[in-house]
């Protein structure tokens, strides 16, 4: 059950419905959000809502009987909306994209980046500077002096970051030079580092893990809003399979089935989903059709010498061909 608050609620409103909750053997756990608060609770007697509905100070009230409530449709039937300043909006009926290389490499490669977006009219970059491998021996990235020179070159030209956040110590270090902070497919129930993101007031973008369903990513998503944070997105990047043809194997249908359970935007990652140069535009568009609300796409001014994963990289002039497919796509599904 999930309690929406007045924001004038008073101590002793507050002591009545505490009283009233304990009455009907239900546990309340009050979330302070920025943009409301609420108390999440968790019971089995069956009761009147009404009951509670009534009472002063309480704005409305909703039954919600999936184990995650706040990331829940159950409650909010009108879908969330990012608004992260310039007229950039991500939610239902709104698509952005996000694109740029894996690994933040030069001052040299962000300015070519940017050049390239800006003349595809793409708002957010994408790229790492603290980055997770699988061998300890591969390119790791440059770390906060890259960052910085990276924000540098992004704010005079307009364009937001998103980039990786590892662990709980580097949300301070990074905040003032990220837009949106990216929680990685290893780090998706990283819990500590759910919290910490969940006390900040800047957009995540979480990731599904390696092998998680979808109830995991929901549940991980609810660390994030119960600490305060509403500005949520979740990524379908794909899952461990036994196929060996491939990187992961991309759930389309998670897409949907995201949509349908929870009013959080939905951004689909081709490139990790399938890891192969030459099939990421056809996963992209098939993400967009199953309803996604933005794509994250991996693009590189000669992939072949990427720092990392550059087999999945798509050079510019793949880039600027789906840039434009992607948004007739969009406009296509729309107009059904």
Not at 107 to 129: C, D, P, W, Y
Request: hydrophobic share 35%.
């Amino acid at each position: 059950m999930i309690i929406q608050l007045e924001k004038n609620i008073s101590e002793d409103q507050i002591q009545t419905l505490k009283t009233k909750l304990k009455d009907i053997s239900y546990k309340g756990n009050r979330v302070k959000t920025q943009f409301s608060d609420y108390v999440i609770c968790v019971g089995k007697t069956d009761f009147d809502i009404r009951s509670i509905g009534i009472l002063d100070g309480v704005r409305d009230i909703h039954k919600v009987s999936d184990a995650y409530k706040l990331v829940s449709k159950k409650w909010k039937v009108e879908d969330t909306q990012i608004d992260l300043g310039d007229s950039i909006q991500i939610g239902t009926g709104n698509f952005e994209i996000m694109a740029g290389p894996c690994s933040i490499e030069s001052e040299e490669q962000i300015a070519s980046t940017i050049a390239h977006l800006k003349e595809n009219n793409v708002k957010i970059m994408r790229g790492g500077v603290y980055k997770p491998r699988s061998s300890p021996y591969s390119f790791r990235g440059l770390g906060i002096d890259g960052l910085k020179m990276w924000h540098e070159q992004t704010r005079a030209a307009g364009i937001k970051i998103i980039t990786e956040v590892m662990m709980t110590e580097q949300i301070e270090e990074i905040i003032d030079y990220v837009d949106i902070f990216q929680v990685g497919a290893r780090n998706s129930q990283n819990f500590n580092l759910l919290d910490a993101l969940g006390k900040v007031d800047k957009p995540v973008l979480l990731k599904r893990g390696i092998s998680g369903t979808i109830d995991e990513l929901l549940q991980a998503a609810e660390y994030i809003f119960s600490n305060g944070n509403e500005r949520i997105m979740l990524c379908e990047r794909g899952i461990r399979s036994y196929e060996s043809a491939y990187r992961n194997c991309m759930d389309i249908n998670a897409i949907a089935m995201l949509k349908e359970k929870t009013h959080l935007p939905v951004i689909a990652d081709p490139s990790h989903g399938i890891g192969v140069r030459q099939f990421v535009d056809k996963v992209a568009l098939a993400s967009i059709m199953g309803g996604a609300d933005g794509v994250i796409v991996e693009v590189h001014s000669t992939p072949e010498k990427a720092f990392s994963d550059g087999q999945q990289t798509l050079n510019y002039q793949e880039s600027n061909r789906l840039f434009d497919r992607m948004r007739k796509t969009f406009n296509l599904r729309e107009s059904f």
